[in-house]
């Protein structure tokens, strides 16, 4: 009896300690945010395990959707958008995290298989990938002191970057590419930049219904994301 009393005394001294060690632990948070498709996949998804080693207490909840929010309570906290000015969320807050700039990239395979690429002209010779209109080629052949009659005015157009990406990889024609998204495969030699002619597109915004009155995982996600986008732009400049 005596030995049957140590032990459950030695099993209820553990089932303390257990319940003192989860009171002692803090609830895991959770930080909820909205993001466009091609960012998320192309440039956030890549980079959350930094975010994941530098605060474990928090999970990320990615909700992948363009469409504008008006952060209600049921909805995320954050939303990280591409747009060319801050007007474009009434009612909500916006801060400019960077800037975008496109530039023509291809495969290394495609580009020592196909035509030179001597001028910016040359590019007619090949197939263009396009992202739901033509505008974006439109801005860079102008900026490139291309005739608009000396354009190609067909080939595929893709829902977003990162499936114009994907498809410039294969070697399937060449893309107009965000070069913040893209700056890694021009790094790693997996895309090729034939001219150092680059056009402005708009800007990624951190937008929230007030940016100075966010709950701590939010803002410690918003700090880390404006950590990231600093670090992008430096080794894009880097690079330049």
């Known amino acids: 009896g005596r030995r049957l009393l140590e032990q459950l005394v030695r099993s209820f001294d553990a089932i303390d300690t257990l319940?003192?060690?989860l009171v002692a632990t803090p609830p895991q948070s959770v930080v909820r945010v909205s993001v466009e498709p091609s960012l998320a996949s192309v440039w956030l998804v890549?980079?959350?395990?930094?975010?994941?080693?530098?605060?474990?207490?928090?999970?990320?909840?990615?909700?992948?959707?363009?469409?504008?929010?008006e952060f209600r309570s049921?909805?995320?906290?954050?939303?990280?958008?591409?747009?060319?000015h801050a007007t474009a969320w009434p009612r909500s807050q916006a801060e400019r995290l960077a800037s975008t700039?496109?530039?023509?990239v291809l495969s290394p395979a495609l580009l020592a298989s196909g035509p030179a690429l001597r001028k910016p002209i040359d590019l007619g010779r090949y197939t263009l990938l396009h992202e739901e209109n033509r505008q974006g080629w439109a801005r860079w052949f102008e900026a490139a002191g291309v005739p608009a009659d000396a354009i190609p005015a067909r080939g595929p157009m893709l829902a977003d970057a990162s499936l114009s990406k994907q498809?410039?990889?294969?070697?399937?024609?060449?893309?107009l590419g965000d070069l913040l998204q893209i700056g890694g495969e021009i790094a790693s030699g997996a895309l090729v930049k034939p001219f150092d002619i680059d056009v402005a597109s708009g800007a990624y915004w951190l937008v929230a219904r007030n940016l100075r009155d966010l709950s701590e995982p939010a803002a410690a996600f918003a700090d880390w994301l404006r950590s990231e986008f600093v670090e992008?732009?430096?080794?894009?400049?880097?690079?330049a």
């Open 101 to 104: 700039v496109d530039s023509p």
């Open 74 to 84: 049921d909805q995320p906290e954050l939303a990280l958008r591409f747009s060319t």
């Open 232 to 239: 992008s732009r430096r080794v894009l400049e880097a690079r």
């Open 19 to 21: 319940l003192g060690e």
């Open 167 to 175: 498809a410039a990889l294969l070697g399937h024609g060449v893309a």
């Open 46 to 69: 890549p980079r959350l395990n930094r975010f994941r080693q530098l605060r474990p207490d928090i999970d990320v909840s990615l909700e992948v959707d363009p469409r504008l929010i």
